[in-house]
């Protein structure tokens, strides 16, 4: 740990604070429930968290270095645990979002963490899509993809020993960037190789700043639902900057329109 602090005590490197702002909360008001027409309604239930990522109010995120981007990703593994027991939450999404075109409201670093109590749609989908890409076998798709890039490269940034990061096939926006730790694991909150994982992420993002100049983007983090561990997955960080501006097919049809190849975009960061 950097400085003399505990992570949340006097002295911080990394501290969790709740959301001034908060889009989910534990006590929700029903206002207007009534009025929803869909059976799936629900109160916005749920915790919202500020994690600050470093005590320096200017820092880029690659300028935060390895060692306080493992104290952050300690910190969410922490929270992720925490919650986990509290047992409100069935899902803990992590994101950091990057500049004013990436939703970035506040100027100090920092990544925010949303307690949700339900599974949300994009983490069903890849669930399904993990079962669904090995019907009825014992198998995971990402170790297959893994596999695949260590193999032919055509879409690979770099590599360490624990990590592989590459644009994936069917990417959604120009660069878009997964690191995926080559061992199969189903929680982030289990991976023990930070070390590894907060030089990565540095060198990526640093990558991002020096060949896309300096864009807005957003990452997160995929891992498993907080329950149960029946189904396949495979834990992933996703990072997009955010170059172009989805327009209405994409919003309204979610069909993505990406005008850069991930072979191109990985030939440009490697
Ligand atoms: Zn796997
Ligand atoms: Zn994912």
């Known amino acids: 740990m950097r400085g003399h602090g505990q ?7 990394v501290r969790t604070l709740p959301n001034k702002f908060p889009i989910l909360v534990s006590e929700a008001p029903r206002a207007g429930m009534e009025r929803a027409l869909s059976p799936d309604r629900r109160p916005a239930l749920g ?6 990522d470093t005590p320096e109010h200017d820092l880029a995120p690659w300028e935060l270095g390895p060692g306080q ?14 919650l986990a027991k509290e047992g409100r939450t069935s899902y803990v999404h992590l994101i950091r979002n990057h ?8 100027e100090h670093p920092h990544s925010q963490l949303f307690g949700l109590p339900f599974i949300p749609p994009t983490i069903d989908a ?12 014992a198998g995971c798709v990402l170790c297959d993809i893994v596999r695949d890039e260590e193999e032919t490269g055509t879409q690979l940034v770099m590599t360490s020993e624990n990590f592989v990061v590459f644009c994936p096939f069917a990417s959604r926006l120009p660069y878009e960037t997964w690191v995926v730790p ?33 864009p807005p983007f957003n990452y997160w983090v995929h891992t498993y639902p907080v329950s149960g561990e029946s189904r396949p997955f495979h834990w992933h960080i996703e990072i997009l900057p955010r170059l172009t501006v989805p327009g209405g097919l994409e919003l309204g049809a979610g069909v993505w329109v990406n005008t850069v190849p991930p072979e191109e975009a990985a030939a440009l960061l490697r």
Request: charged letters at 30%.
């Open 69 to 82: 981007v493992k104290e952050m990703l300690a910190m969410y593994q922490e929270r992720i645990q925490a």
């Open 47 to 52: 915790t919202s968290e500020v994690i600050v």
């Open 99 to 106: 500049g004013t075109g990436a939703a970035s409201s506040l």
């Open 7 to 13: 992570r949340n005590g006097p002295g911080w490197s």
């Open 182 to 214: 080559r061992r199969h694991q189903l929680r982030f909150e289990k991976c023990r190789e930070l070390d590894d994982l907060a030089e990565v992420f540095t060198d990526v993002l640093m990558r991002f700043k020096e060949r896309l100049n300096d």
């Open 126 to 137: 890849e669930l399904d899509g993990f079962v669904s890409a090995h019907p009825g076998e």
